[in-house]
């Protein structure tokens, strides 16, 4: 298996504009994490799913992030309008069932809002 | 709340030394899980070590150990013989049956020949 795909690597974007950061998690994996890395907060846990289904959005930052899972393989994470300070890394993470078993990370997403 | 707290935000070690990097961790479950990630400079995570809180035994993989100690929350990953390659950040991370799996800020460790 490839591990866990994101795209893009690198998004430069305007303020305002939507953006859409896109994630295939390695199958058979049930279970699909969206996280915010940035150098004032650290790693924070944005949302997960299980089975296709949001467990926990408590981690979203604002009404401006929505996260969806159609299907077992892609999820996607985005952001409307967008703001410099979502400027950050996006990491995507899928595990086999929940955290107790390994966490396969993604490379992230680097987001610039100018 | 659940919150991990590395206190180191830089080390450094010279090649085949060892290095012992620091996390702290705070929870009011009796049953979660700890972690250790590596994140090197191309920002892939990638899993070290992992500790179940119910085992006693230090997690060991290779040239990678932790001192578990629970009573003290504390929970320390031992590098030995440390190699070029294992220059990265290090993330400590813990999971509870929330299913939140909750970083620390890190430490970078930089690895002199």
């Known amino acids: 298996d490839a591990g866990v795909i994101q795209s893009p690597r690198h998004e430069v974007t305007e303020m305002g504009q939507e953006v859409t950061l896109r994630c295939k998690p390695i199958?058979?994996?049930?279970?699909l994490f969206w996280y915010r890395q940035t150098m004032m907060r650290g790693l924070e846990l944005l949302i997960y799913?299980?089975?296709?289904?949001?467990?926990?959005d408590s981690g979203m930052p604002e009404d401006r992030f929505s996260a969806k899972m159609p299907n077992a393989s892609f999820s996607t994470l985005k952001i409307q309008p967008s703001e410099p300070r979502d400027s950050a890394v996006y990491f995507c993470?899928?595990?086999?069932?929940?955290?107790?078993?390994?966490?396969?990370f993604g490379q992230g997403t680097r987001l610039t809002v100018v | 709340a659940q919150t991990v707290t590395q206190s180191q935000p830089e080390m450094s070690v010279q090649e085949a030394e060892t290095v012992t990097l620091s996390c702290t961790y705070d929870?009011?479950?009796?049953?979660?899980?700890l972690f250790w990630y590596k994140q090197p400079p191309s920002r892939q995570m990638i899993l070290v070590i992992r500790?179940?809180?119910?085992?006693?035994q230090n997690a060991t993989e290779n040239r990678f150990s932790v001192n578990f100690q629970k009573a003290a929350k504390s929970f320390s990953l031992k590098i030995s013989d440390s190699q070029l390659g294992d220059a990265a950040m290090y993330f400590c991370?813990?999971?509870?049956?929330?299913?939140?799996?909750?970083f620390g800020t890190g430490t970078r460790l930089q690895v002199f020949p």
């Open positions: 199958s058979g994996h049930n279970s």
């Open positions: 500790q179940e809180a119910y085992k006693q």
């Open positions: 799913f299980n089975n296709n289904v949001p467990i926990d």
């Open positions: 929870t009011s479950e009796s049953d979660y899980y």
């Open positions: 993470a899928s595990s086999l069932y929940g955290l107790n078993t390994e966490a396969f």
């Open positions: 991370a813990a999971h509870d049956n929330t299913d939140k799996l909750i």
